[in-house]
Protein backbone atom coordinates (compact mmCIF):
# COMPACT_ATOMS: atom_id res chain seq x y z
CA UNK A 1 0.00 0.00 0.00
CA UNK A 2 1.36 3.34 -1.27
CA UNK A 3 1.92 6.26 1.62
CA UNK A 4 0.36 8.79 -1.32
CA UNK A 5 -3.09 8.31 -2.14
CA UNK A 6 -3.98 8.12 -5.68
CA UNK A 7 -7.47 7.57 -6.89
CA UNK A 8 -6.90 3.98 -9.46
CA UNK A 9 -8.75 5.71 -12.55
CA UNK A 10 -9.69 8.64 -14.21
CA UNK A 11 -11.05 9.62 -17.18
CA UNK A 12 -12.45 13.12 -19.31
CA UNK A 13 -13.64 13.93 -23.09
CA UNK A 14 -11.20 15.68 -25.24
CA UNK A 15 -11.01 19.68 -24.83
CA UNK A 16 -12.33 18.81 -20.86
CA UNK A 17 -10.45 19.82 -17.73
CA UNK A 18 -9.32 17.35 -15.46
CA UNK A 19 -7.62 16.98 -12.14
CA UNK A 20 -5.67 14.14 -10.28
CA UNK A 21 -5.43 14.23 -6.93
CA UNK A 22 -2.40 13.26 -4.57
CA UNK A 23 -3.03 12.78 -0.56
CA UNK A 24 -0.31 12.47 1.39
CA UNK A 25 1.05 13.48 5.11
CA UNK A 26 2.72 16.21 7.14
CA UNK A 27 5.96 14.35 6.44
CA UNK A 28 5.91 13.98 2.83
CA UNK A 29 3.42 16.59 1.27
CA UNK A 30 2.61 18.97 4.12
CA UNK A 31 6.91 19.35 4.40
CA UNK A 32 7.64 19.05 0.97
CA UNK A 33 7.05 19.46 -2.91
CA UNK A 34 5.19 17.22 -5.31
CA UNK A 35 5.88 15.79 -8.45
CA UNK A 36 4.18 14.48 -11.11
CA UNK A 37 5.32 11.48 -13.73
CA UNK A 38 3.33 10.32 -16.54
CA UNK A 39 3.70 7.11 -18.19
CA UNK A 40 2.38 5.05 -21.14
CA UNK A 41 2.34 1.62 -21.60
CA UNK A 42 5.69 0.01 -22.86
CA UNK A 43 7.50 3.15 -22.22
CA UNK A 44 9.35 4.43 -19.05
CA UNK A 45 8.08 7.55 -17.10
CA UNK A 46 8.55 10.72 -17.57
CA UNK A 47 8.70 13.71 -15.32
CA UNK A 48 5.85 16.48 -16.20
CA UNK A 49 5.59 18.15 -12.84
CA UNK A 50 8.54 19.03 -10.61
CA UNK A 51 8.95 21.00 -7.38
CA UNK A 52 5.11 21.08 -6.86
CA UNK A 53 4.35 23.27 -10.59
CA UNK A 54 7.30 23.95 -12.25
CA UNK A 55 7.12 21.95 -15.84
CA UNK A 56 10.18 20.97 -17.59
CA UNK A 57 11.33 22.12 -21.04
CA UNK A 58 9.03 20.22 -23.29
CA UNK A 59 6.35 19.62 -21.48
CA UNK A 60 3.17 21.11 -22.46
CA UNK A 61 1.41 24.25 -21.10
CA UNK A 62 -1.59 22.38 -20.30
CA UNK A 63 -0.49 20.20 -17.53
CA UNK A 64 0.02 22.63 -14.16
CA UNK A 65 0.46 21.55 -10.57
CA UNK A 66 -0.45 22.74 -7.17
CA UNK A 67 -0.79 21.84 -3.19
CA UNK A 68 -2.51 22.37 -0.45
CA UNK A 69 -2.04 21.20 2.99
CA UNK A 70 -1.18 17.65 2.28
CA UNK A 71 -2.59 16.89 -1.02
CA UNK A 72 -1.44 17.76 -4.44
CA UNK A 73 -2.98 18.17 -7.83
CA UNK A 74 -2.17 17.41 -11.40
CA UNK A 75 -4.56 19.89 -14.08
CA UNK A 76 -4.65 18.84 -17.48
CA UNK A 77 -6.47 21.67 -19.24
CA UNK A 78 -7.87 20.84 -22.64
CA UNK A 79 -7.42 17.31 -22.34
CA UNK A 80 -6.05 15.37 -25.72
CA UNK A 81 -6.12 11.54 -26.92
CA UNK A 82 -2.30 11.22 -26.22
CA UNK A 83 -2.59 12.23 -22.80
CA UNK A 84 -4.22 8.76 -22.13
CA UNK A 85 -1.58 7.08 -19.54
CA UNK A 86 -0.79 6.55 -16.33
CA UNK A 87 -0.04 9.13 -13.93
CA UNK A 88 2.22 8.66 -10.75
CA UNK A 89 2.95 11.53 -8.15
CA UNK A 90 5.80 11.78 -5.77
CA UNK A 91 6.98 13.38 -2.89
CA UNK A 92 10.35 13.09 -0.37
CA UNK A 93 8.84 11.32 3.46
CA UNK A 94 11.11 13.49 5.94
CA UNK A 95 10.22 9.96 7.94
CA UNK A 96 11.68 7.05 5.42
CA UNK A 97 14.38 9.43 4.04
CA UNK A 98 13.66 9.11 0.36
CA UNK A 99 10.93 9.32 -2.53
CA UNK A 100 7.92 7.94 -2.36
CA UNK A 101 5.06 7.04 -5.30
CA UNK A 102 1.32 7.16 -5.19
CA UNK A 103 0.16 4.09 -6.33
CA UNK A 104 -0.80 5.53 -10.16
CA UNK A 105 -3.70 6.80 -11.72
CA UNK A 106 -5.05 5.44 -15.25
CA UNK A 107 -6.33 8.13 -17.29
CA UNK A 108 -8.82 7.24 -19.87
CA UNK A 109 -9.71 10.02 -22.44
CA UNK A 110 -12.97 8.79 -23.67
CA UNK B 1 20.44 15.03 -24.80
CA UNK B 2 20.44 12.56 -21.12
CA UNK B 3 20.79 9.05 -22.49
CA UNK B 4 20.84 6.55 -20.41
CA UNK B 5 21.08 2.91 -21.23
CA UNK B 6 20.67 0.22 -18.87
CA UNK B 7 21.66 -3.54 -18.85
CA UNK B 8 22.45 -6.82 -17.03
CA UNK B 9 19.03 -7.54 -16.46
CA UNK B 10 18.67 -11.35 -16.23
CA UNK B 11 16.68 -14.53 -14.61
CA UNK B 12 18.57 -15.11 -10.99
CA UNK B 13 17.26 -17.35 -8.08
CA UNK B 14 16.39 -16.21 -4.66
CA UNK B 15 19.23 -15.55 -2.47
CA UNK B 16 21.41 -15.01 -5.65
CA UNK B 17 23.14 -11.85 -7.08
CA UNK B 18 23.21 -9.87 -9.93
CA UNK B 19 24.56 -6.07 -11.04
CA UNK B 20 23.05 -3.76 -13.05
CA UNK B 21 25.07 -1.44 -15.17
CA UNK B 22 23.82 2.38 -16.44
CA UNK B 23 25.87 4.11 -19.28
CA UNK B 24 25.26 7.77 -18.78
CA UNK B 25 26.23 10.09 -21.76
CA UNK B 26 24.85 13.69 -23.13
CA UNK B 27 25.38 15.49 -19.81
CA UNK B 28 27.92 16.15 -16.88
CA UNK B 29 27.58 12.84 -15.19
CA UNK B 30 30.31 13.24 -12.30
CA UNK B 31 28.45 16.32 -10.99
CA UNK B 32 25.02 14.50 -11.21
CA UNK B 33 23.10 13.02 -8.55
CA UNK B 34 21.86 9.65 -9.63
CA UNK B 35 19.18 6.81 -8.66
CA UNK B 36 17.77 4.03 -9.26
CA UNK B 37 13.43 3.34 -9.42
CA UNK B 38 11.97 -0.07 -10.07
CA UNK B 39 8.64 -0.92 -11.22
CA UNK B 40 7.10 -4.75 -10.60
CA UNK B 41 5.15 -6.28 -14.07
CA UNK B 42 1.69 -4.17 -13.88
CA UNK B 43 2.41 -2.53 -11.17
CA UNK B 44 3.90 1.08 -9.74
CA UNK B 45 6.99 2.70 -9.22
CA UNK B 46 9.09 2.28 -5.98
CA UNK B 47 12.07 4.46 -5.29
CA UNK B 48 15.04 2.40 -4.62
CA UNK B 49 18.47 4.48 -3.84
CA UNK B 50 19.98 7.41 -4.63
CA UNK B 51 23.83 8.57 -5.21
CA UNK B 52 25.12 11.58 -4.69
CA UNK B 53 28.22 13.11 -6.61
CA UNK B 54 31.35 12.18 -5.07
CA UNK B 55 32.61 16.00 -4.28
CA UNK B 56 29.16 15.85 -1.85
CA UNK B 57 30.73 13.02 -0.45
CA UNK B 58 29.28 10.40 -3.06
CA UNK B 59 27.19 8.92 -0.11
CA UNK B 60 24.09 6.71 -0.46
CA UNK B 61 20.14 6.56 0.67
CA UNK B 62 18.19 3.95 0.27
CA UNK B 63 14.57 2.68 0.27
CA UNK B 64 13.43 0.47 3.42
CA UNK B 65 12.89 -2.80 1.01
CA UNK B 66 16.32 -3.05 0.28
CA UNK B 67 18.68 -1.74 2.14
CA UNK B 68 21.29 -4.08 3.66
CA UNK B 69 20.69 -6.02 0.17
CA UNK B 70 21.31 -3.66 -2.49
CA UNK B 71 24.24 -1.42 -3.42
CA UNK B 72 24.15 1.95 -5.86
CA UNK B 73 27.91 3.07 -6.87
CA UNK B 74 29.36 4.96 -9.42
CA UNK B 75 32.38 4.89 -11.62
CA UNK B 76 33.14 8.87 -12.79
CA UNK B 77 35.55 7.80 -15.08
CA UNK B 78 33.34 5.60 -17.13
CA UNK B 79 30.20 7.52 -16.43
CA UNK B 80 28.14 4.54 -14.89
CA UNK B 81 26.32 3.83 -12.52
CA UNK B 82 25.68 0.55 -11.08
CA UNK B 83 23.21 -1.52 -8.81
CA UNK B 84 24.68 -4.51 -7.34
CA UNK B 85 21.50 -7.22 -6.29
CA UNK B 86 22.18 -9.43 -3.44
CA UNK B 87 19.89 -11.93 -1.78
CA UNK B 88 17.57 -11.36 -3.81
CA UNK B 89 14.02 -12.20 -3.47
CA UNK B 90 10.97 -13.24 -5.69
CA UNK B 91 9.40 -9.53 -4.74
CA UNK B 92 12.86 -8.13 -6.50
CA UNK B 93 11.35 -8.82 -9.48
CA UNK B 94 10.60 -5.88 -11.62
CA UNK B 95 11.99 -3.25 -14.26
CA UNK B 96 14.76 -1.28 -12.94
CA UNK B 97 15.21 2.47 -14.17
CA UNK B 98 18.20 4.23 -13.84
CA UNK B 99 17.59 8.14 -13.78
CA UNK B 100 19.08 11.34 -13.08
CA UNK B 101 17.52 13.79 -10.36
CA UNK B 102 15.79 17.06 -10.35
CA UNK B 103 16.32 19.14 -7.16
CA UNK B 104 18.72 16.29 -5.62
CA UNK B 105 15.56 13.94 -5.19
CA UNK B 106 13.33 13.41 -7.65
CA UNK B 107 14.09 10.60 -10.81
CA UNK B 108 14.14 13.71 -14.32
CA UNK B 109 15.40 11.74 -17.17
CA UNK B 110 14.82 7.72 -17.07
CA UNK B 111 16.70 4.87 -18.87
CA UNK B 112 14.40 2.13 -20.83
CA UNK B 113 14.79 0.09 -17.76
CA UNK B 114 16.15 -3.76 -17.85
CA UNK B 115 14.27 -6.10 -16.41
CA UNK B 116 15.17 -8.83 -13.33
CA UNK B 117 13.45 -11.86 -12.83
CA UNK B 118 13.80 -13.42 -9.44
CA UNK B 119 12.06 -16.97 -9.76
CA UNK B 120 13.51 -21.07 -8.81
Excluded at chain 1, 23 to 30: D, L, V
Excluded at chain 1, 47 to 55: G, Y
Excluded at chain 1, 72 to 100: F, K, M
Excluded at chain 2, 39 to 45: E, F, I, M, V
Aim: charge should be neutral.
Amino acid sequence: QSVLTQTPSASGTPGQRVILSCSGGRSNIGWNTVNWYQQVPGAAPKLIIHTTDQRPSGVPDRFSGSKSGTSGSLIISGLQSEDEADYYCAAWDDSLNGVIFGGGTKLTVL
Amino acid sequence: DVHLVESGGALVKPGGSLRLSCAASGFAFTEAWMSWVRQPPGKGLEWVARIKRETHGGTADYGAAVKGRFTISRDDSTNTLYLQLDNVKPEDTAVYYCTTLVALRFPASWGQGTLVTVSS
